[in-house]
């Protein structure tokens, strides 16, 4: 059962800081917020998540006609700090040639101390990373070029 105090929390929270959307995880329970306009839904799930190294799971895809990339872009789902890696000594999660799947894992964002995995949600090459790691990122904004298969 969640907490209706620690819900209200969470809500002002995003009020505070307009965000869209908030997506948390733990062994026992989910909770998805969304809000549109003044509206705020959440989506309580008493399903058993795996345990992650990395929080939250996010996902978000432009799927536009070709653009001049020649591709599908992979977009940001929020504002944050782009990460290629888990962590500094470790390799990027992809790299311009890879082949990717739907639940391939291509970057994190993170935003209020919490890592969001980004998973593509299409498959193909990628062709181009648009983003370093450590930078910020916006809302919609283009991470990656994918050759679809």
Same mark, same amino acid.
């Given at each position: ?26 062994t ?7 809000? +549109? ?7 309580? +799930? ?25 591709g ?14 888990q ?33 593509? +949600? ?16 916006e809302?919609? +904004? ?8």
């Amino acid at each position: 059962m969640i907490d209706i105090r620690k819900l209200k929390e969470l809500v002002k929270l995003m009020v505070a800081n307009d965000l869209s959307e908030m997506d948390l995880r733990d062994t026992d329970e989910q909770v998805t917020i969304r809000r +549109q306009g003044d509206t705020v839904v959440t989506v309580p +799930q008493a399903t058993p998540v795996a345990a992650v190294a990395a929080a939250p799971v996010a996902t978000a895809v432009a799927e536009a006609p070709p653009t001049a990339h020649d591709g599908v872009e992979i977009a940001s789902p929020m504002v944050g700090t782009f990460y290629t890696s888990q962590d500094p000594d470790s390799l990027p999660f992809v790299s311009v040639g890879d082949t990717i799947g739907d639940d391939t894992t291509v970057c994190i964002i993170e935003a209020m101390k919490i890592f969001n995995e980004i998973k593509a +949600q299409c498959s193909g090459t990628i062709t181009k990373v648009l983003v370093a790691s450590g930078d910020p990122v916006e809302f919609g +904004q283009p991470l990656f070029i994918v050759k679809p298969q």
